[in-house]
């Protein structure tokens, strides 16, 4: 009985974070970012941004001068969509 509590909830753990990270995508391609972006060109730009943070604050700040209405917990979701797609970048919570 305990086996399939723990087998259910890593299920459902893993889904969850497959289902973030689809959610981002959607976030960040339904929100023009890449009517100014070129996604290829995010990895050529670690001389500026070169770890998390950045990232993070400068997915904060278009966000911000976009209008999207996201929400910090949304910021995070695309920054970490686009560290594991694009960046790369070592995050303790990295998804
Ligand atoms: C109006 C144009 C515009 C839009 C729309 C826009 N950005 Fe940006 N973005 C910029 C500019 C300008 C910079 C700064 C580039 C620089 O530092 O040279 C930037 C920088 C960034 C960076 C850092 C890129 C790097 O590696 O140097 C990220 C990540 C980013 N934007 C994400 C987003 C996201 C996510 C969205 C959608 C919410 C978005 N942007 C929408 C203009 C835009």
Redesign the pocket.
Known sequence: MYKLIICTSLLLFTNNVYADMHTAKQ??DE???????NVE??KY??D??NNFEK?NT??D???N??N?G?FEEEVQD??SY?NHKY?HFKVKADK
């Open positions: 976030l960040f929100n023009d970012c890449t009517k100014c972006h060109k995010f730009r670690k500026k941004v990232l400068m997915v700040a278009c966000a001068g976009t999207t996201w695309v920054s686009l960046y």
